[in-house]
């Protein structure tokens, strides 16, 4: 309710008296011309408009000191003390603006605002009462006697009261707002989102509509109307500055995290030193792995709150993920210097030791952490994954259930699981909660929403009907997963499979398929989609026994094989080797996966053996050393696609790799292939404890080579010297 409402009139634009009164009449016992107080008011209130409070409130005591009664002037000094926080000093000047003015509605209905602020509630309803029953046509009266029945905790009656006033004022958005606020606190959903509709369709500026109504569509899960209306929430409040963070807080719950960084921007503007949100700016950015730009936010954070022991473990995780391993591990430590026993910094931590590999420190660490916080899930989480990367999977089982027991609903806490129990063997439970790897926000699919809403196979036999198989974006996974097509040919009889543009030539050859789609052709008319990586759980694979005989599934066209086979006889003498040393930098593990080429060097002063890069894109580079390239000889320069690839490799006697689409491939296609891995393996490898080079469950033709000590990758390339000599003995004989 504006203090102003009822006086606007008297803000003239007239050359203005500064002292409440003409200097010439103060020394005048007669009553002064009422042009002169209007004027003097008219100053005092554009003053108190553009907030010049001591210059307001000194024109308003200068009219009181000649004119005591002075109802509006008494009144409005009552306005400016509560401002100024004196509660008690402004309700006895309005009511002695009252008592000089009784019949003025206005002046009961702020009486009963201010005093509703300041607890006195009874007092505030017996104003409101008596501004109702001097102005019975304004609704602001009648709003405020609801407001102290919801203040009261009496939600039904204040809800009664509120639909009463719509019922004879309906273009109250206030009275459409406040009811629809208490009819979803009252579970009465449908109701509040029919009544906050109508609030905004009168208000559209509303910002507290606006949140209520994102909250509402939340429940829904209506996400992309719940974020349009937090981020209008934002928007419409720009001087607010409480709603910008509690907006920032519910976008970013809803993955939106540039109209969060939005919302926290105008929160900075306001608030310039608040660290809170400059490290939820650090997260927001995280999240979208902008991580410089998530450190620089977290050092914002920092600057304003020194002793803010979750900035330095954020930034920490942030600096982590651009490799600065040793920057990370100052700011973990830092942060868990200020705050030794807090549950977080323990566990960024925790998280920086199992990412280098230090799996007994980080186990030791992360316990602590869930010592500190036994009823949160990420601890219990990244515990699991540390006994996972030991092989250590009874561990990790237990603690992975812990976590879903606390947070039943965490999709990632969900897939971590289900790579667990794949790894573990367990494959019956672990496909089917593999399945909610489609619930993560980062889940991509290669169709196009439209496409996407078609209907879902379910593994059933529909005989003369057409599916579309659709690719998730990685090449492992569609090379792995699309040995399934034959099986999936038993029960549908028209398969297609939608792929990357790189293996369409590639897969073009599977066996059963009826055509291949590139990923952003439009789809021919079809009855059911599957993703490839689906098929394991829709074909009932619950164990290896399952897996179909093993027969080379992917296969190159003969004339390009003869191609590279004519180019390798010119080129080498000996047994040809290809070599894969580098996996897609973008992976947040590729640097503990991928060996880089120098770990191969031992091997390139063995004879008898020929080396051929297979290398496209990431590391590739490596073999613009002339010194290098005479050694490797870089075919990978001239590789167009997979089905290149395919016929490089059926030429070639062995390929040697680290985890990459080119091992899968090699696999695939039944060609011996030697792959080196890392101590902590992806969980599709299962558990390769001894290191003299296990098979492969899913590739026969396959060798796995793990470290024995995490990050030691000379003791791996040293037993695949032994073992090239004994391949090149076999291959000679």
Not at 310 to 324: D, F, I, K, P, V
Not at 394 to 408: D, M, Q, R
Not at 623 to 628: N, T
Request: proline share 4%; hydrophobic share 40%.
């Amino acid at each position: 309710m504006s203090a102003f409402s009822s006086l606007g009139d008297q803000a003239q634009e007239n050359e203005l008296s500064e002292q409440g009164v003409d200097s010439k009449e103060k020394g005048s016992a007669s009553q002064p011309a009422p042009i002169s107080v209007s004027l003097s008011l008219a100053a005092a209130i554009r003053a108190h408009k553009k907030g010049k409070m001591e210059k307001a409130v000194q024109i308003y005591s200068g009219i009181l000191r000649k004119y005591p009664d002075h109802a509006d002037a008494n009144y409005l000094l009552g306005v400016a003390a509560f401002e100024r926080g004196l509660k008690d000093d402004s309700i006895a000047m309005i009511e002695r603006a009252i008592k000089a003015e009784p019949d003025n509605a206005s002046y009961y209905g702020k009486l009963g605002e201010i005093l509703t602020l300041s607890g006195y509630v009874d007092r505030a309803d017996v104003a409101y009462e008596k501004a109702a029953e001097l102005a019975p046509g304004d609704v602001r009266f009648h709003l405020g006697r609801a407001q102290i029945l919801e203040r009261n905790g009496e939600a039904e009656l204040a809800l009664s009261h509120y639909l009463d006033i719509i019922s004879r004022w309906d273009d109250s958005y206030e009275a459409l707002y406040r009811a629809a606020a208490i009819e979803a606190r009252l579970g009465k959903r449908d109701n509040a989102r029919k009544h906050v509709k109508q609030a905004l369709k009168l208000k559209k500026d509303y910002a507290d509509a606006h949140f209520l109504y994102g909250l509402l569509t939340t429940a829904a899960r209506d996400v992309k109307t719940a974020r349009a209306h937090f981020d209008a929430a934002s928007r419409c409040s720009a001087r607010r500055a409480d709603f910008h963070m509690k907006v920032a807080k519910k976008l970013v719950q809803l993955n939106d995290y540039d109209s969060a960084l939005s919302a926290l921007h105008r929160e900075t503007k306001l608030n310039p030193a608040n660290a809170q949100a400059y490290c939820l700016m650090g997260d927001c950015l995280s999240a979208k792995k902008e991580y410089d730009g998530a450190v620089l936010s977290y050092n914002r954070a920092i600057d304003h709150a020194p002793r803010e022991g979750l900035a330095y473990a954020r930034r920490g995780l942030a600096l982590l993920s651009l490799g600065h391993i040793q920057d990370a591990y100052e700011s973990c430590q830092h942060a868990v210097q200020i705050a030794p026993n807090n549950w977080e910094t323990l566990c960024a931590h925790g998280i920086l030791l199992r990412e280098d590999d230090q799996l007994n420190e980080a186990v030791d660490v992360l316990a602590r952490a869930i010592k500190a916080a036994p009823n949160e899930s990420k601890p219990l989480l990244e515990i699991a994954l540390a006994h996972q990367d030991n092989l250590d999977l009874n561990h990790a089982l237990h603690y992975i259930h812990e976590a879903k027991i606390l947070s039943p609903k965490d999709n990632e806490i969900q897939l971590r699981h289900a790579q667990i129990l794949l790894q573990s063997g367990k494959w019956e439970d672990g496909w089917k909660v593999y399945e909610s790897r489609k619930l993560l926000p980062e889940y991509k699919a290669l169709l196009s929403s439209t496409d996407s809403k078609a209907p879902q196979w379910d593994g059933s036999v529909l005989g003369n009907k057409r599916i579309v198989l659709y690719a998730e974006g990685g090449f492992s996974d569609a090379i792995q997963f699309v040995r399934f097509v034959s099986m999936v040919k038993e029960r549908v009889s028209d398969v297609y499979v939608c792929c990357q543009k790189d293996l369409a030539r590639l897969f073009a050859a599977v066996e059963g398929l009826s055509g291949v789609i590139p990923h952003g052709t439009p789809l021919p008319r079809h009855d059911v989609i599957a993703s490839l990586n689906s098929l394991p759980y829709l074909l009932g694979i619950d164990a290896e026994t399952d897996l179909p005989v093993f027969t080379p599934y992917l296969s190159p066209v003969e004339k390009d094989v003869k191609v590279w086979r004519d180019r390798i006889v010119r080129d080498s003498s000996g047994v040809t080797v290809g070599l894969v040393w580098q996996g897609a930098r973008d992976y947040r593990k590729d640097s503990r996966r991928s060996p880089g080429i120098w770990p191969f060097s031992r091997l390139f002063y063995m004879r008898g053996l020929d080396f051929f890069g297979l290398q496209v894109g990431d590391g590739s580079d490596v073999l613009s050393d002339p010194q290098l390239s005479k050694v490797v000889k870089n075919y990978g320069i001239d590789l167009l696609d997979f089905a290149d690839t395919a016929a490089l490799i059926e030429a070639l006697d062995l390929v040697i790799t680290c985890d990459s689409a080119v091992a899968h491939l090699a696999g695939a296609m039944g060609k011996p292939v030697w792959m080196v891995l890392p101590h902590a393996v992806d969980w599709r490898w299962g558990i390769p404890s001894g290191y003299e080079g296990e098979k492969s469950v899913w590739y026969p033709t396959m060798t796995l080579y793990r470290q024995a000590v995490a990050g030691d990758w000379a003791d791996v390339f040293a037993r695949l010297g032994q073992e090239l000599d004994r391949f090149k003995e076999e291959l000679q004989k």
